[in-house]
């Protein structure tokens, strides 16, 4: 929601966003500063607990290849980096930016995302952004629905070897797809393809037979929610 993100110009630089027709965000840049944080798209009141595991994902592109800074952090002086995110490059082409990291400092109920665009006059366009809580057997609010469109349950077994089911119930007729990701937030596995859906209950199994073991990701997503889960794939 546009409402909720705040874009501030610092020390001489100057900048303006605009929704465009497809709902991205762009910030367009007239003068980008000295420095990254000269030219900052920020939203506030992010509560983060300490030892639990989130999940911050955007995509994101520029008009032309640049740097930027895009962090989870302090909302005030030390600032301090939460997420753990460094500067990243965009390029023309939008691309799917995912970074998983346990809130390692004390809990910060006013914690912020922070999007550093300073020190390039080369306008950014950011879209889907989102912060997670990840837990062992599914997401945060397992058995809640936060638009009455479905509820996620989680999937069985997890960790796992080599086969998992993701379960959930629909609420509402809706379509509905549901993808695996790497840690890294690349999508590797389409399950369910943007399938109508009726109420009831559903489940849909994941076959890792020919996959590495590690750290994934699945999501059930529809137009009005989406809900991302972590599962552990043993070896």
């Known amino acids: 929601n546009d409402d909720n993100w705040s874009l501030t110009d610092y020390n001489g630089a100057s900048s303006l966003s605009v929704v465009t027709k497809d709902g991205e965000y762009r910030i367009v840049i007239n ?56 500067a990243l490059y965009l390029t023309t082409q939008k691309k799917h930016f995912s970074y998983s990291f346990t809130m390692e400092e004390p809990s910060d109920f006013n914690a912020r995302v922070s999007f550093n665009c300073g020190t390039s006059d080369v306008d950014v366009i950011l879209d889907n952004i989102a912060v997670y809580e990840l837990v062992e057997n599914g997401v945060a609010g397992l058995g809640e629905s936060v638009s009455g469109v479905f509820i996620l349950n989680g999937n069985y077994p997890n960790p796992f070897n080599p086969e998992t089911t993701i379960n959930f119930e629909m609420l509402k007729r809706e379509i509905v797809s549901v993808c695996i990701y790497n840690i890294r937030g690349e999508l590797i596995e389409t399950l369910i393809d943007s399938r109508m859906l009726t109420p009831g209950c559903y489940s849909a ?6 996959r590495s073991a590690g750290v994934y990701l699945f999501r059930v997503q529809t137009e009005y929610e989406m809900k991302t889960g972590k599962m552990i794939l043993l070896k």
Do not use: C, H
């Open 205 to 210: 199994v994941w076959n890792a037979v020919n």
């Open 31 to 86: 003068d980008g500063g000295s420095e990254t944080w000269n030219v900052q798209l920020i939203q506030g009141n992010m509560p983060l607990v300490q030892g639990r595991e989130y999940l911050f994902e955007f995509d994101g592109y520029a008009v032309e290849n640049r740097i930027i800074d895009a962090r989870i952090e302090k909302n005030g002086s030390p600032w301090n980096n939460y997420s753990k995110t460094a």
